[in-house]
């Protein structure tokens, strides 16, 4: 009987530590965190020997160098807090632990990867510095080479592109205006900066510049290398214009983890919808969905385990892809108008005897298709304004109507039970704590199981048509938008995430 106690204390015990897997990760991070502790050291010594032996060269950067590396260290220490904490996990900690635990590795990795990397692009700046001092002629040649090149810019196709674009979006006209005249003024700038380097390249060709006359050459060359780059600079400002003209969804389609060996290998499958508008005067737009599967990161996926069918990431036309929403919502609620507001260039309001739903116009019914498929029910106001009520703080609506009511949305809603039966996600048990592990549709012993070799889903995308149909009266194209959550336009609500 007592050794059948102690067996079971022992078993009690195992049963309650930290899974063989996530330890595995830990040590991993160890190993890792380790390695840059050992990798950060080095740099910050070289650093160091360079600002000692060419106090003249680094001066007017010495002070800021040393200041981003201190910062950095800072960031390293705190993993190393983090480090610590996980170890004694490791040892003592239990399946309780386990949030935590992903949180601390989720932090350490962040703060070791944001370190070694400023103390990379320091070093790189430092490299620079020494490797310019050592190639005057070289680098001297090339900076009359950037300075012709920049003289003979061309602004004349940029400028009718942003023009343009103004026109359609005229919300966007005081920073594309700042944008463009910030490529125009960069020859101008290289200029200056050319005549007033001029004893200093007279020095440096003679082979008797100062440390301190090199950094001001330095200086000047990343002033004419901007204008130097006025190609690329011009292309990223057209491909912003254009990103205007696009309206965009990223539907998490599927989740699956595979097994690669000892790895666990972490996927999203993503439905990006992506609608185009084309030029004023034309308001039929073009629709376009691509689908493929994306590996992520452990901590990646647990953010959107619960969001399967919901729009993870939404962007406006009129808008910057850099100024998409990030909150996980139903998937075509950002295109309805606040109910105040009534209609706007996807839809309208119809009240009648029944109540107050919403209505696509027909030119949208594609969209309407894509987002809800076959199973589309009008929306309701008293569903939207909840749905714009959660938005506006950030929060993500799963379609409760009431506190414990089940989940229309999400992973475990009703909708995409529905709608997702046969996902990878569902088919391997990812409902399994949620009323739809018992539908009649959920995953059985002959299912395929999570890890199993994934279907060709790297699609080139779809394309549909541009179907006819009129703007609604009073909509004029690029005209200001009502305004949405978080100050959007163009559509209806939405908000930030992660």
Known sequence: MKRLAVFAAVLLTGCASLPRELRREIQDADNRLLQTQRQFQKTSEELKSDLNHAPDLFKSVSSDWTSRLNIAKSKLDAAETDRRELKRLDDNGSKNDIPRVRQLLGDEDRLRQTAIDEANRVEAQANRYLDFQRNLPHYLARMQEKHDAARNADFTAVTKVVEK???????????????????????????????ATEAEREAAAANKASGSQVATLIQADDVIETAANLPAEEQQLTGLTSQLYFAWDKILDDLDVRHEGPEEVYR???????????????????????????????????????????????????????????????????????????????????????????????????????????????????????YYN????????????APNAPPKYGSHGTFTQQNYASSRYVQSGGFKNSAFASHPSAATPSAPRMGTPAPSDNSQGKRFGRPAGPTPSGQRFGSPRPSSPGGKRFGGGGSHRR
């Open 268 to 386: 999203e499958k993503l439905k990006t919808i992506r609608t185009r508008f084309a030029e004023s005067g034309d308001k039929t737009p073009q629709t376009q969905t691509d689908e493929r599967w994306v590996d992520v990161s452990p901590s990646a996926y647990q953010s959107v385990e619960n969001d399967l069918g919901m729009a993870i990431s939404h962007k406006d036309a009129g808008l910057y892809d850099s100024e998409a929403q990030n909150t996980a919502q139903p998937a075509g609620f950002a295109y309805i108008a606040p109910p105040d507001v009534g209609r706007n260039q996807y839809g309208y309001w119809t009240h009648n005897s029944e109540g107050s739903f919403w209505t696509f116009l027909p030119q949208y019914l594609i969209m309407r298709q894509l987002f809800w498929g076959n199973s589309y029910r009008p929306i309701v106001v008293n569903e939207y304004n909840t």
């Open 165 to 195: 674009a103004e026109q359609d979006w005229p919300d966007k006209k005081a920073d594309l205006d700042h944008r463009l005249e910030l490529l125009k003024s960069a020859p101008d700038r290289a200029d200056q900066q050319w005549k």
């Open 390 to 401: 959660y938005a506006r703080t950030g929060r993500t609506w799963y379609g409760e109507s």
